[in-house]
C-alpha cells in the first residue's frame, strides 16, 4: 500500500491533499500491485476516458450547430 510520511506534508495544492478534478486522489507507487491500487488505477482512467468523450460530444455538437446556422433554408 502507500507510504504516508508523518511531517503533515500532504501535497497537491497547497499541502491541501487535493489534487484533481473531485478533491481525492488515491496514490499508489508506480510499483505498487496490490488489488485495490490496480482497481483504482482502471477507475480513474474510465473517469479521464468518460471526460475526454463528453468534451468530444460538447464540440461536435457546437460544430453541428455551427454548420446547421450557417446554412439558408428554402
Do not use: E
Amino acid at each position: 500500500m502507500s507510504k504516508r510520511s508523518s511531517g503533515g506534508n500532504f501535497g497537491g495544492i497547497g499541502g491541501s491533499g487535493i489534487f484533481g478534478m473531485f478533491g481525492t486522489v488515491v496514490r499508489c507507487d508506480a510499483d505498487d500491485d496490490s488489488l485495490y491500487c490496480q482497481i483504482m488505477k482502471m477507475f480513474n482512467l474510465l473517469i479521464v476516458i468518460l471526460f475526454v468523450l463528453y468534451i468530444l460530444y460538447f464540440l461536435y455538437i457546437s460544430f453541428r450547430k455551427m454548420v446547421k446556422g450557417g446554412k439558408k433554408m428554402k
